[in-house]
């Protein structure tokens, strides 16, 4: 399974952007899809997360409220989006999209190693 991210770019303080994701194919029945990032300097963080088969979506607390986890309407398409609102300068990083192989857990939807495909990676760029 290959991840395609897209989307990130420089905006100023209180900006918006969306990201997106897409998989060249599903990866499973009740695989789940999430946004991390990692800003320089700083380890891999969990953002958001979705399942997909029933579309429940979760989140760091940090963003949640500002951010928004979504896919696609079309079930013939593999497309993850986050919608980002009110951009701060701490959102700074490069953001990656990860997708599991397996049916994972909600208190495993942070830790990195539960995903099984990865992303190349956007950069989103927040100045004050």
């Known amino acids: 399974v290959q991840l395609q991210a897209s989307g990130g770019r420089s905006v100023q303080t209180g900006g918006s952007l969306r990201l997106s994701c897409t998989a060249s194919?599903?990866?499973?029945?009740?695989?789940?899809m999430a946004w991390f990032r990692q800003a320089p300097g700083k380890e891999r963080e969990y953002v958001a997360a979705l399942r997909w088969s029933n579309g429940g979506t979760y989140y760091k607390s940090s963003v949640r409220g500002r951010f928004t986890i979504s896919r696609t309407r079309d079930h013939d398409k593999n497309t993850l989006f986050l919608h980002m609102n009110r951009l701060e300068p701490e959102d700074t990083a490069v953001y990656y999209c990860?997708?599991?192989?397996?049916?994972?857990?909600?208190?495993?939807?942070?830790?990195?190693?539960?995903?099984?495909?990865w992303g190349q990676g956007t950069l989103v760029t927040v100045s004050s």
């Open positions: 990860a997708a599991s192989a397996g049916s994972p857990i909600v208190s495993m939807f942070a830790d990195p190693g539960t995903y099984d495909y």
């Open positions: 194919r599903r990866t499973g029945n009740n695989y789940v």
